[in-house]
Nanobody, 129 residues
Framework: QVQLVESGGGLVQAGGSLILSCAAS?????????????MAWFRQAPGKAREFVAS????????YYDDSVKDRFTISRDNAKSAVYLQMNILTPEETAVYYC?????????????????WGQGTQVAVSL
């Protein structure tokens, strides 16, 4: 079992930046275990479906981004710390949402919310005008 805890959300003005973090842990979990999981970030705005933002494979070889965030967001991971990060720049009010971290499964490659093995509880990002 893997627990994911997101942090770093908050209120930011349009054009600003935030760094989200996701820490993984578990009863029999180790950094070695974490390094076997592909990771992804999704977001869900009020009244909308959960949507893909970015993903990274376990070996940090492949990264995927939604077209709407490409060149502004960067996903990274630190396997030694069992953590994944999302650097978000030039944020817009339309990106106000709860941001979720996900681990494992096929969702990272399919870039879809179905097929993720584990989910965090989410962190709220609010972007003001």
């Amino acid at each position: 079992q893997v627990q994911l805890v997101e942090s770093g959300g908050g209120l930011v003005q349009a054009g600003g930046s935030l760094i989200l973090s996701c820490a993984a842990s578990g009863r029999t979990f180790s950094s070695y275990t974490f390094s076997s999981y592909a990771m992804a970030w999704f977001r869900q705005a009020p009244g909308k479906a959960r949507e893909f933002v970015a993903s990274i494979d376990n070996s940090v070889t492949v990264r995927y981004y939604d077209d709407s965030v490409k060149d502004r967001f960067t996903i990274s991971r630190d396997n030694a710390k069992s953590a994944v990060y999302l650097q978000m720049n030039i944020l817009t009010p339309e990106e106000t949402a709860v941001y979720y971290c996900a681990a494992g499964g096929t969702c990272w490659a399919m870039r879809a919310a179905t097929g993720c093995e584990y989910w965090g509880q989410g962190t709220q990002v609010a972007v003001s005008l």
